[in-house]
Every structure is written in structure tokens, then in C-alpha cells.
């Protein structure tokens, strides 16, 4: 099974434009997770999803952040227009179903803005 | 406030040496702790949580509700345990993780 899949790995682009990261959770797993990790910090959670229902969105900046997981598979986020401080390593993870259980996690998008 | 606090950045130890990483937490109820690991160039990944009770690759982990903490403990680490370790912990809707701390095991 190849678990947790995620594109791009890596994407380079300048501030003020879009970028647009994707995510497939492992079959069968209705809770998606998005988290930011900043160099030398812990994963921060940005918005976990139950099957297509965003249940906590706290932690996104939605003037610039958006996400959406259409039909409760795969899962988009965007942000737009980048800022120099976005500049992280997205992580998406999947789990069976709630907070309790064990996340497994993809490999990252790691983003520069320039 | 909710938080999981790991006070060491880094900690170094010799092969076949006791290893303690610490995992403080702060959260209003009875939460479900976890430890994460990342190897080099490797996704992170469940190391064990508390409700399994598993002893994973010699690790253990007790919940001590009264500090309240998390540590994890292995009696005498190898080579291969070097690599990024994360406390997280979740409750009924939050998912919170640690800064974590960098584990170097030296020859």
C-alpha cells in the first residue's frame, strides 16, 4: 500500500502568487488532517476533515487559505496570494476515523517563496 | 491553555546509555498521548501511544497524569534510534504536537 500520498514534494514559487498542494488519504480513512510545520517546530494543525465536513478550521488563515476534500477522498489546499512566511513544509495525514486514532502521514510538500 | 511541551531541542547520549525524552502536557480532561518519530529522509510515523501499552523497538512511555507528562524511556539506545521525536496529544476535537526533540546516539 503506498500510504499517504501528497504532490508536489517540493515547489518553489514567488510571493503574491497561488500554489495549490494535493492529498490522497489511505483507502477507507474518513479523517484528513492538514498541518504546517515551520523549521525547528512541531506539526500545527490547519483544518482536519470528517469524510467532505471540515470540523476544525481554527488554525487556518482564511483571508488567504483555503481547502476543500470533495466526495470525502482526496483533499486540496490552496493559499492565495503567498507570503514570504508561508514558506514550510505542508504535511497531510489520514486516520480511520477521529482524533484518538493513529494519523499516518505523507511525506510533505516543502514550499519556498521567494 | 492546551499544549504539549518537549524542553529539549536536542539531546545526545552514548550508545548502550539510558535515554529519556521528556513530554509535558497541559489539557483540560483525559486526553490520548502519543509519541511520533521521524528517521532521516523518512515520513513521520507512530513510534507508540499510551492507550496500546506497547513496548515499541524497547521504548516505553508513562502517562503520569499528576505532573501531568508523557516521557518516553529506553533503557539502552542504539544507532538506529537517532532521529526527530514528537509528543502529540489529542483530545475529543484537538490534535496538538510538541516542538519536538532531535535524539543523536553516538558510537
Known amino acids: 500500500e503506498a500510504g499517504v500520498v501528497q504532490s508536489p514534494r517540493y515547489k518553489i514559487i514567488e510571493k503574491k502568487q497561488p500554489v495549490a498542494f494535493w492529498c490522497n488519504p489511505i483507502?477507507?480513512?474518513?479523517?484528513l488532517y492538514w498541518y504546517r510545520q515551520n523549521l525547528g517546530q512541531g506539526p500545527e494543525l490547519l483544518i482536519r476533515?470528517?469524510?467532505?465536513?471540515?470540523?476544525?478550521d481554527s488554525q487556518l488563515p482564511k483571508d488567504r487559505f483555503s481547502a476543500e476534500r470533495l466526495k470525502g477522498v482526496d483533499s486540496t489546499l490552496k493559499i492565495q496570494p503567498a507570503e514570504l512566511g508561508d514558506s514550510a513544509v505542508y504535511l497531510c495525514?489520514?486516520?480511520?476515523?477521529?482524533?484518538?486514532?493513529?494519523?499516518?502521514f505523507g511525506p510533505g510538500t516543502r514550499l519556498l517563496v521567494l | 491553555a492546551q499544549r504539549v511541551t518537549q524542553p529539549e531541542k536536542l539531546l545526545s547520549v552514548f550508545k548502550g546509555a539510558p535515554v529519556e525524552l521528556k513530554c509535558n502536557y497541559s489539557?483540560?480532561?483525559?486526553?490520548?498521548l502519543f509519541w511520533y518519530v521521524q528517521y532521516s529522509r523518512q515520513r513521520l510515523q507512530l513510534l507508540l501511544r499510551?492507550?496500546s501499552r506497547e513496548s515499541i523497538k524497547g521504548f516505553t512511555a508513562d502517562l503520569n497524569k499528576g505532573e501531568p507528562s508523557f516521557h518516553l524511556k529506553k533503557p539502552f539506545a542504539q544507532e538506529e534510534d537517532s532521529a526527530m521525536y514528537y509528543c502529540?496529544?489529542?483530545?475529543?476535537?484537538?490534535?496538538?504536537f510538541g516542538t519536538g526533540t532531535r535524539l543523536k546516539v553516538l558510537a
Open positions: 495525514a489520514s486516520s480511520v476515523s477521529g482524533t484518538l486514532e493513529t494519523q499516518y
Open positions: 483507502s477507507g480513512h474518513n479523517t
Open positions: 476533515y470528517e469524510n467532505e465536513e471540515a470540523v476544525d
Open positions: 489539557y483540560s480532561g483525559s486526553p490520548e
Open positions: 499510551h492507550i
Open positions: 502529540a496529544l489529542a483530545g475529543t476535537y484537538k490534535y496538538i
